[in-house]
């Protein structure tokens, strides 16, 4: 069993990536059943995890901000630079326990961002290096490397407000 802590990071980094398009919604159902599981408790949380699989597709749009406005936890509009920064931190998790593998992580981050988003440049600039590494000085393994320091320090828990706030423009 995980922890409380384990599985409310979890419940987020699924709305975050949900949110994005990379998952499905029955994903965040599971996630909302493995944070009861672990022990967190609340009405919409209860309600989110009794969803059906044909339910998620309709109902986890409006379901999933109250379950995690419940718990404290804050959900993260995906068009907004806190969204897309939340996203970045759940794909980052993601590679570091195996679901992706150092390049799939380059990869989407520098689809999804480009060379936009202060928080994954690095990343950005790190998949184009994939691109040219016959040309150049470095090995897949030490850009693999590099890739899995950066996905440890946006994997890291931020300090964020309790409130999502964007960046102003």
Wanted: one cysteine or more; glycine letters at 6%; proline letters at 5%.
């Amino acid at each position: 069993m995980i922890s409380t802590e384990a599985a409310a990071i979890a419940l987020q980094d699924h709305a975050a990536l949900w949110s994005m398009g990379e998952i499905r919604a029955s994903d965040v159902v599971n996630a909302a059943c493995d944070a009861l599981v672990a022990g967190l408790d609340t009405p919409g949380l209860r309600i989110l995890a009794a969803c059906t699989r044909a339910e998620a597709d309709y109902d986890v749009h409006y379901l999933l901000p109250i379950a995690l406005d419940e718990l404290g936890l804050a959900f993260y509009p995906v068009d907004g630079e806190a969204g897309q920064e939340a996203a970045a931190r759940a794909l980052a998790r993601r590679m570091l326990t195996g679901e992706l593998t150092p390049r799939e992580f380059t990869f989407k981050i520098h689809q999804r961002h480009g060379h936009e988003l202060p928080l994954t440049e690095r990343l950005a600039e790190l998949d184009d290096e994939y691109d040219i590494l016959e040309y150049g000085d470095r090995t897949l393994d030490q850009v693999d490397a590099e890739v899995t320091a950066e996905a440890g320090r946006l994997a890291a828990r931020p300090t964020v407000p309790a409130e999502p706030t964007d960046s102003p423009s």
